[in-house]
């Protein structure tokens, strides 16, 4: 696993991974600068995949994106805590590693899902994110390199922290 800042749809991986809305529909955020690179081919191929329950996940071409792929996910939109979003966040990447192994991905970019417009806190969403994708790296044989890629420094630091964390047994 890596950590990475900077702009996801620049990425040379065999998917990224779209914070998606549950409509599969150009949204903001992560979700629209994808989308936008991707160019409009990509909304089509959405319309007939939608719609994704939150904490599932889709897979489409990449079209004009450097990915070859987009794996779309739908985070929890953040209500406090206390009403299933770290297992349906945890689903998130589950799920979307669960995809990328079914079509052989050797590499997968994350970005920090449901942080931006849904609110979940970036501290506590890295942490879900390094567990989830260190114990699903237990559990399989065939590992794609993973790229965790965050917009702001901040994000980042979160993300090291929580990896950090994860290897000292502290988290």
């Not at 991974?17 to 909304?43: F, K, R």
């Not at 979160?158 to 994860?166: D, K, S």
């Amino acid at each position: 696993m890596k950590i990475i800042e900077g702009d996801i749809t620049a990425l040379d991986t065999d998917a990224i991974v779209n914070a998606a809305n549950t409509a599969l529909l150009p949204g903001g955020g992560v979700c629209g600068a994808i989308h936008s690179a991707a160019g409009p081919e990509l909304a089509a191929a959405c319309r007939s995949l939608a719609p994704c329950p939150t904490g599932e996940a889709r897979i489409t071409p990449g079209f004009e994106l450097i990915a070859r792929h987009v794996i779309h996910t739908v985070g929890p939109v953040w209500h406090g805590g206390q009403n299933g979003e770290a297992a349906l966040l945890a689903a998130c990447y589950r799920n979307s590693l669960v995809i990328a192994a079914q079509h052989s991905l050797h590499s997968i970019a994350f970005p920090a899902i449901s942080t931006g417009i849904f609110g979940y806190p970036e501290d506590q969403a890295a942490k879900i994110a390094v567990s989830t994708i260190c114990e699903w790296a237990g559990e399989t044989a065939a590992m794609p390199q993973i790229y965790l890629c965050c917009f702001s420094h901040s994000t980042r630091g979160h993300l090291e922290h929580a990896l950090h964390q994860f290897q000292e047994g502290t988290c």
